[in-house]
Each structure stands twice: as C-alpha cells, then as structure tokens.
T-cell receptor
Framework: ETGVTQTPRHLVMGMTNKKSLKCEQHLGHNAMYWYKQSAKKPLELMFVYNFKEQTENNSVPSRFSPECPNSSHLFLHLHTLQPEDSALYLC?????????????FGAGTRLSVL | GDSVTQMEGPVTLSEEAFLTINCTYTATGYPSLFWYVQYPGEGLQLLLKATKADDKGSNKGFEATYRKETTSFHLEKGSVQVSDSAVYFCALSDVTGGSYIPTFGRGTSLIVHP
C-alpha cells in the first residue's frame, strides 16, 4: 500500500463513451501527476499539478481532461478516445516539485478502448 | 532535453546470479537519480536514489552509484532471488522552468528462474 489509490483498476470503453479515472492520496502531498504507460515505450508524463495548479501539459490531446479539485484528489476525464489510447494510466504524488522528492505511485487503471 | 537510456530487456538470470542493469542519462542541470521497481499488477515504487556525484544508493541488496563523469547510474545486486522478478526503471529529476520534472527510462524486465 503506497498511500495512492486509483479507481477503477480496469476500464473498458467504446470510442464514444465518456468516463473518468480517479486518484486519491492520503500522504499530505502537494504535487500530483498523471502518466501513461504503454508496452515497449517510456513512461509518458501527461499532466502535473502543484498545489492544485496545473504546471505541465505535455502536448496531451484534448480528449484527455484533468481536474484537481484539491491536493488529495486528481481526476482524468476521458471522451472520444482512440484505440491507441489503450494503456495503463498511473497516478503519482510527491511532497512538492523539489528535485529530491520521491514519487509515490498508485497501482494504475488498465484502460482498453474498443 | 533530458533523457534516460536503459539496457534492453528482458534480462534472464538464475537465482543467486549477479545482476547489472545499465543506465546512462543526459541532463542540462545537476539531476537527482532514482531506480524504481514495478512488480506485476502494481505501480512503481522507489528502490533507491542518489542526489549528488559519488553518492551510493542502496536498498534490499541493490546498489547504484551516481557517476557524474560517465553520466551513469548502473543498478547492481550480488545475488538475485526469484522475488526480484519485476520491471526496473531508471529515472532522473532535473529542474525545468523552476520545477523539477521527472524523466523515466523505458524500463528493464528482470526474470529470475529458480
């Protein structure tokens, strides 16, 4: 148990569906991250929030929409996804954006887009 | 930009064999370096870290030394166990625009046979 919980663990959706991924951390951290993990590719940083403010958006398509209502919760809203968006989506948190900070990861949501 | 290069996997070893997983990096600043491990069905978790040149990180029998002159952070373990089977990620954290943005390698799968 890392203190970062992601739900759901598995999600299957059609290309016209709208769904949301949820991440919750009880570590008192101020920075939260969304990553995409695809087979045989490096871990891709998608979004970063620091003190609830979005600080990074790594050219992610607009069909992915993040939301950070408070420092403990992070959402990733999905709509009109493509099959190539199928992947493991990982949430992480860290104390802040300092260089020595360790990232704590959730177990991920395995997304399949049909 | 910053990058992390890891040796291609999978690495397949017998129990009690010596392990080395190579990692080299490029960075514009003076990064902190990390090894994370991902067990099947789980998110990444920190294995060890080093924050300055010649520092040695160690945990659970694994070691890595921050070599600035060769820009390397190779992971080693003297005697691997079946339970060490996992994917290992080398990562760095370097400052970009005032915040530290993490960069991960592609990951190296380790398979240990009894």
């Amino acid at each position: 148990e890392t203190g970062v919980t992601q739900t759901p663990r598995h999600l299957v959706m059609g290309m016209t569906n709208k769904k949301s991924l949820k991440c919750e951390q009880h570590l008192g951290h101020n920075a939260m991250y969304w990553y995409k993990q695809s087979a045989k590719k490096p871990l891709e940083l998608m979004f970063v929030y620091n003190f609830k403010e979005q600080t990074e958006n790594n050219s992610v398509p607009s069909r992915f929409s993040p939301e950070c209502p408070n420092s403990s919760h992070l959402f990733l809203h999905l709509h009109t996804l493509q099959p190539e968006d199928s992947a493991l989506y990982l949430c992480a948190s860290s104390q802040d954006m300092g260089g020595k900070n360790i990232q704590y990861f959730g177990a991920g949501t395995r997304l399949s887009v049909l | 930009g910053d990058s992390v290069t890891q040796m291609e996997g999978p690495v397949t070893l017998s129990e009690e064999a010596f392990l080395t997983i190579n990692c080299t990096y490029t960075a514009t600043g003076y990064p902190s370096l990390f090894w994370y491990v991902q067990y099947p069905g789980e998110g990444l978790q920190l294995l060890l870290k080093a924050t300055k040149a010649d520092d040695k990180g160690s945990n659970k029998g694994f070691e890595a030394t921050y070599r600035k002159e060769t820009t390397s952070f190779h992971l080693e373990k003297g005697s691997v166990q079946v339970s060490d089977s996992a994917v290992y990620f080398c990562a760095l954290s370097d400052v970009t625009g005032g915040s530290y943005i993490p960069t991960f390698g592609r990951g190296t799968s380790l398979i240990v046979h009894p």
